[in-house]
């Protein structure tokens, strides 16, 4: 089943730019966040180490995020 997600034009944009020609969106998605395919995981992880694993994913996404916005602060400072 597919979805819709909304991101930001920019974020759009740096998705696209890092796609390889033989990947879906979907698939340069995977490969950016770096996480194995859900199909390859179903059923091996318990539910509560399942969501502790995602609250760490998403701990380092919003550090990676703030290093970004840190980085481009420090560029338009210059």
């Not at 020609?21 to 395919?37: A, C, Q, S, V, Y």
């Not at 380092?60 to 560029?75: F, G, L, P, Q, W």
Request: glycine share 4%.
């Amino acid at each position: 089943m597919a979805s819709t997600i909304r991101v930001s034009e920019e974020f759009r944009e740096f998705v696209k730019a890092h796609k390889r020609d033989d990947e879906t969106m979907e698939d340069t998605l995977r490969r950016l966040i770096g996480g194995p395919h859900p199909e390859s995981v179903a059923g091996f992880l318990s539910e509560e180490t399942a969501e502790t694993i995602h609250e760490h994913v998403e701990a380092k996404a919003e550090r990676d995020v703030e290093s970004r916005r840190r980085i481009v602060e420090r560029m338009d400072d210059s």
